[in-house]
């Protein structure tokens, strides 16, 4: 059976370089993330994708009510709880299709047994709903691009962006945070690139947050890689693991 939390129950209760020094929260954040318990496929993503550098930049502190938006397996959702630490939660949402196979809903059932300040939402991606000023901090890594995507083998829809940022804009609370990492993409119709290569321009991003009333508030050059050209699906051994990624901070004012 799928995992099923109630969900309103959980909610009660100009670009700047990356800092050449360490930050407050990234020795929070590597600590987190080498504590014992986290399993070994994940931990074997960490030195590509550098969790402590980028949840250092992007800003989290710690006792935040955190989302992670499209949580995948749960890589950054463990992590992010580890983080906040027990005055804190993070709700990992995902799609239904993608927990709810056997492997995934495992993974899941582990996870949550070890972070007791986390939690599983999963309803139609499309659906995303929650409580005004319910966040403090909000994560998209590597998925912000998939609301341009839609599958029928997936069974995963076709989506709205605006309605989901209109949305996010309502549940962050005001001065809260939205990072966003995703693979790099062309120029050109966002939901033909998506298609083809999984991948996004950075300037769509940008674009889409503004309109929802987003300000952004840094970039960072982390996880940029000059040698990713963008022609390749992000799949291709070629290049998975290694694409050039960006990093957006977007702040709600207020």
Same mark, same amino acid.
């Given at each position: @059976? ?22 407050? @929260? ?51 959702? +463990? ?112 939901? +033909?690139?998506?298609? =083809? ?13 503004? =309109? ?6 840094? +970039? ?21 693991? =290694? ?12």
């Amino acid at each position: @059976m799928p995992i099923r939390i109630p969900f309103l129950a959980l909610l009660i209760a100009a670009a700047a370089p990356l800092p050449a020094l360490a930050g407050p @929260m990234e020795a929070v954040v590597a600590r987190a993330v080498a504590a014992p318990g986290r399993p070994a496929d994940m931990v074997a993503l960490d030195a590509g994708r550098q969790p402590a550098k980028v949840l250092d930049f992007l800003g989290l502190k710690p006792g935040e009510r955190v989302l992670d938006f499209a949580a995948g397996g749960g890589y950054y959702t +463990e992590i992010l709880a580890r983080s906040v630490g027990p005055k804190g939660m993070v709700i990992g949402f995902e799609h239904p299709s993608f927990v709810e196979e056997e492997k995934a809903r495992k993974g899941w059932e582990a996870l949550l047994a070890r972070q007791k300040n986390a939690r599983l939402m999963s309803v139609p991606i499309g659906q995303f709903a929650a409580a005004p000023n319910s966040f403090d901090f909000v994560l998209f890594h590597l998925v912000y691009h998939d609301l341009y995507w839609e599958s029928e083998k997936y069974k995963y829809p076709r989506i709205d962006p605006a309605r989901v940022l209109s949305m996010l804009f309502s549940v962050v609370k005001p001065g809260g945070i939205v990072g966003v990492v995703d693979h790099v993409g062309p120029a050109g119709d966002t939901r +033909e690139v998506v298609e =083809k290569f999984h991948r996004i321009d950075p300037e769509t991003i940008k674009a889409d947050f503004a =309109k929802a009333g987003f300000v952004l508030d840094g +970039e960072s050059d982390l996880l940029r890689n000059p040698g990713d050209a963008h022609d390749k699906l992000v799949f291709d051994p070629a290049i998975r693991g =290694k694409t050039d990624r960006v990093i957006l901070r977007f702040r709600k004012p207020g």
